[in-house]
């Protein structure tokens, strides 16, 4: 089982972040890799790495977007 943002999903081997992403905006609010901070399993992760992340089964993903502010 895979949860991104809350959502479970179930675990297919060989499938990306990416893929999963897509599949998640189709029903949810939309998110990007480039105006988000991804963390994976509580680790923080770049844009470039989680465009290439290939997931393991139990892992837990948060997307969340970054504001700017002062």
């Not at 609010?29 to 992340?53: H, L, M, S, Y």
């Amino acid at each position: 089982m895979i949860r991104l943002n809350n959502f479970e999903y179930e675990y297919r081997p060989g499938l990306s972040l990416s893929e999963l992403v897509a599949e998640y905006n189709l029903a949810h609010a939309k998110v990007r890799f480039d105006d988000c901070a991804v963390i994976v399993n509580g680790a923080a992760i770049t844009a470039p790495q989680a465009q290439e992340w290939i997931l393991n089964d139990n892992e837990t993903i948060v997307i969340v977007p970054m504001f700017d502010g002062g």
